[in-house]
T-cell receptor, first 114, second 118 residues
Framework: AQKVTQAQTEISVVEKEDVTLDCVYE???????LFWYKQPPSGELVFLIR??????QNEISGRYSWNFQKSTSSFNFTITASQVVDSAVYFC???????????FGTGTRLQVFP | DTGVSQDPRHKITKRGQNVTFRCDPI?????LYWYRQTLGQGPEFLTY????????KSRLLSDRFSAERPKGSFSTLEIQRTEQGDSAMYLC????????????????FGPGTRLTVL
């Protein structure tokens, strides 16, 4: 069975702090895809990143970075120098090869205080 | 380039009534998905279409739920005889068909329709 676990229910930080959101996944497939989405208070899920299982290179996009480690089945997300606008619920999701169904974790609510 | 749109944004209904939601995908996207999200949970897959064909349905989609995409463009999700347990956010997403068979393309989500069943 496939599963995504986001153990951190809620994280609170002060602006400019770095914060890491954890994601651990379970799958028996060798080919799969991992995603992160952001859900601000407005409710719309905003796509952040997509990685396939053969690409373990870490990625950096501005203040965002992602660390994919197949050995520990983790796909963690770090926000550097957090800002109030980063406050949202962040979801990690998994999709296996040959299906478009996304399996989401329960999300991590990030609150960034000024 | 407009994103995925959903209508209505909010719906309040009484138990036993039927409701219908509409989703308009990104114009060039031929795949369309429905998810349901309850409070404090991640979205759960309900069903998806490629053009007008419904390719997969979750066990969550009981016989009171029906989804259509008659012309391969917009889609509707109807819930008959609503129950209080149907209260949730209903999310629609769309994507392109991957160029390589078996690959997964990125799904882009709409703002959702929040359903409250009294």
């Amino acid at each position: 069975a496939q599963k995504v676990t986001q153990a951190q229910t809620e994280i609170s930080v002060v602006e400019k702090e770095d914060v890491t959101l954890d994601c651990v996944y379970e799958t028996r497939d060798t080919t799969y895809y991992l995603f992160w989405y952001k859900q601000p208070p407005s409710g719309e899920l905003v796509f952040l990143i997509r990685r396939n299982s053969f690409d373990e290179q870490n990625e950096i996009s501005g203040r965002y970075s992602w660390n994919f480690q197949k050995s520990t089945s983790s796909f963690n997300f770090t926000i550097t120098a957090s800002q109030v606008v980063d406050s949202a619920v962040y979801f990690c999701a998994l999709s296996k090869h040959n299906t478009d169904k996304l399996i989401f974790g329960t999300g991590t609510r990030l609150q960034v205080f000024p | 380039d407009t994103g995925v749109s959903q209508d209505p944004r909010h719906k309040i209904t009484k138990r036993g009534q039927n409701v219908t939601f509409r989703c308009d995908p990104i114009s060039e996207h031929n795949r369309l998905y429905w998810y349901r999200q309850t409070l404090g949970q991640g979205p759960e897959f309900l069903t998806y279409f490629q053009n007008e064909a419904q390719l997969e349905k979750s066990r969550l989609l009981s016989d009171r739920f029906s989804a259509e995409r008659p012309k391969g463009s917009f889609s509707t999700l109807e819930i008959q005889r609503t129950e209080q347990g149907d209260s949730a956010m209903y999310l629609c997403a769309s994507s392109l068909t991957p160029r390589l068979a078996g690959n997964t393309d990125t799904q882009y989500f709409g703002p959702g329709t929040r359903l409250t069943v009294l």
